[in-house]
């Protein structure tokens, strides 16, 4: 077998499409050892490689699964205990000496049998999110921006919406538009959707599913101000107005992020508001606290809209931009929050049998991944399984 056909078979296999004859040809294959290096080897240069996936268990796990088949246990190993041989053992070991407490959340192995668990009833096809937004104006009307072809001009709101090749918009208003009221619209992504465009002074932002921006057509000479639900990556160009830095402020309730020119990431979904900062320096003001905390990359900031509680922590900021390459990357996280990211992005709802609340995840997958298989590499973890009706999730030990 050579590693064409190898990663053809890992294919397959992975999308159920593997019959018995070569499911036993694999299971033998891996259990040599040329087997076990090519397995490596194909999968690191082929078979969808990570910077987030802790590549060793993955294919420890992908091994396991191939053995534990029961379309070919009884047959090749009627003692259940000889599939657990020492290449194994030894892979899991290393795996766990490398990746310590978060590698471990990969791996709740039991004496269980393991088989494909995943349940799904006949539904509609559940497809990830792309690239949809509305702007709301202040007057209460709307456009659809994913429905604009073409650059826009609405010649009684005295706007131009000028849309770019990648898809993102970005403004230009006329003389009359300029001196009128300040004027305020709002960029709203539904679920399954995701949107970028172009501020009036130059900086960039790009809105995540499930979110809202609220900006103005024209900022303040002195001031810039914006306000956010939901989450945004944002590249805040510098700017100054008479040789003074001009400020680029970010409100999200009680939380407001003061910036001069850098790049974070900003998720206001759930009870913890989370800042992470990638370039430059922000400001974390707080209402009711009199000194703001100031972040260096790579630092994050937590502010609990329950209690007020603010804190600062070093992370990698991989995990929290993740989403603007096409991830879902996870370190450590609950499943509530891993289904919470899914359910907005696809579009569905997840409701939670029994308590979860000890299971963590660590990993990363595509958020392009089709959906069964999305949920197939998370059952491959041995935490969690999951029952598809329409588009409701639920999801049990």
Not at 195 to 223: C, E, H, I, Q, R
Not at 261 to 267: L, P, R, S, Y
Request: aromatic share 12%; proline share 3%; glycine share 6%.
């Amino acid at each position: 077998m050579d590693k064409k056909e190898l990663h053809t078979l890992l294919k397959q296999y992975r999308a159920g499409t593997l019959d018995i004859e070569n499911l036993s040809r694999l299971r033998h294959f891996l259990d040599t050892e040329e087997g076990r290096r090519m397995l490596y080897e194909t999968w690191d240069d082929e078979f969808e490689p990570s910077h987030y996936v802790e590549d060793d268990l993955i294919q420890s796990r992908v091994f396991q699964r191939i053995t534990d088949d029961q379309r070919i246990k009884p047959i090749l190993y009627p003692n259940k205990s000889f599939f657990r041989n020492s290449w194994y053992k030894i892979a899991v070991a290393a795996a766990f000496l490398l990746f310590g407490v978060v590698g471990a959340l990969w791996w709740y192995t039991n004496d269980t049998e393991m088989e494909p668990r995943l349940s799904m009833q006949p539904t509609d096809t559940i497809l990830p999110g792309s690239n949809k937004a509305r702007i709301q104006f202040e007057d209460g009307s709307f456009i659809e921006l994913d429905q604009i072809i073409t650059d826009t001009v609405l010649a009684d709101k005295g706007l131009h919406i000028f849309k770019r090749a990648d898809g993102s918009i970005s403004y230009a208003y006329d003389d009359n538009g300029a001196t009128r009221k300040e004027l305020y619209n709002t960029i709203v992504t539904p679920r399954g959707g995701e949107y970028s465009l172009t501020l009036p002074d130059g900086s960039k932002v790009w809105l995540n599913a499930a979110s809202k921006l609220k900006y103005p057509l024209k900022f303040a000479k002195d001031s810039r101000s914006v306000e956010l639900e939901g989450e945004a990556y944002f590249e805040v160009v510098k700017q100054k107005s008479d040789h003074t830095a001009v400020p680029f402020y970010v409100s999200s309730g009680t939380q407001k992020i003061e910036v001069l020119g850098t790049q974070f990431n900003v998720n206001t979904h759930g009870s913890t508001y989370k800042t992470t900062l990638i370039e430059g320096s922000i400001a974390m003001h707080y209402a009711g606290v009199a000194k703001a905390s100031v972040l260096t990359p790579s630092q994050q900031a937590l502010h609990s809209v329950a209690t007020g509680a603010n804190t600062v922590q070093e992370v990698d900021p991989n995990y929290s931009i993740a989403w603007r390459s096409g991830k879902f990357a996870f370190d450590n996280v609950s499943i509530y929050e891993v289904m919470d990211e899914i359910a907005r992005w696809y579009d569905v709802e997840v409701n939670f049998e029994g308590d979860l609340s000890q299971v963590r995840y660590s990993g990363s997958i595509s958020r392009f991944e089709k959906f069964e298989q999305l949920l197939q590499l998370i059952e491959w973890t041995d935490l969690v399984t999951f029952k598809v009706h329409g588009r409701r999730i639920t999801v049990m030990k």
